[in-house]
T-cell receptor
């Protein structure tokens, strides 16, 4: 079955880069996603990558995918205090509609 | 577009009472998902619908939980009777069936005392 794992916590200083990592087990994953959840709010889709890509960049966000190792990462350049949130990795297998989420990584940005 | 709309945003109820959570998906979306988020278990998919038809309800924890989608613009998640362990944030999300992107509502925070 599908399993998605993330580290629970990351602390970075404002202005530094953040790298949030995720591993997944389902080799049939077709799309992988990053969502952001701020306190008391819903999940906001940040970016996604198709499984035949190895990198995608969108402004301050860079997604790297190592399909062989089933490893996904999200890099946030020039991290700001407004980036403090929980970041969820999610995968979509094959043509299924549903997403399987990781446990979430809480990013804390310090001054 | 208003996005996915959920109501109520907060619900506090006593054990044994019936609870109904409501969701209006984004207009034109034909897949709808109900997720539950707790500290202990993270985000769990409860059930999802394609074209108003339940496709996978294997995540529904017990018979006390039921979900309906009578039309393309409305879904309900009902818990009867509710128990304290049902306390969680319940999210609804929608997407185009063959699209990659699922959009989440703001959630309903349920507290059962």
């Amino acid at each position: 079955g599908e399993d998605v794992e993330q580290s629970l916590f990351l602390s970075v200083r404002e202005g530094d880069s953040s790298v949030i990592n995720c591993t997944y087990t389902d080799s049939s994953s077709t799309y992988l996603y990053w969502y952001k959840q701020e306190p008391g709010a819903g999940l906001q889709l940040l970016t996604y990558i198709f499984s035949n890509m190895d990198m995608k960049q969108d402004q301050r966000l860079t997604v790297l995918l190592n399909k062989k190792d089933k490893h996904l990462s999200l890099r946030i350049a020039d991290t700001q205090t407004g980036d403090s949130a929980i970041y969820f990795c999610a995968e979509r297998a094959g043509t299924a509609s549903k997403l399987t989420f990781g446990t979430g990584t809480r990013l804390q940005v310090t001054l | 577009d208003a996005g996915v709309i959920q109501s109520p945003r907060h619900e506090v109820t006593e054990m044994g009472q019936e609870v109904t959570l409501r969701c209006k998906p984004i207009s034109g979306h034909n897949s709808l998902f109900w997720y539950r988020q707790t500290m202990m278990r993270g985000l769990e998919l409860l059930i999802y619908f394609n074209n108003n038809v339940p496709i996978d309800d294997s995540g529904m924890p017990e018979d006390r939980f039921s979900a309906k989608m009578p039309n393309a613009s409305f879904s309900t998640l009902k818990i009867q009777p509710s128990e304290p362990r049902d306390s969680a944030v319940y999210f609804c999300a929608s997407s185009l069936q063959r699209d990659t992107l699922a959009y989440f509502g703001p959630g309903t925070r349920l507290t059962v005392t």
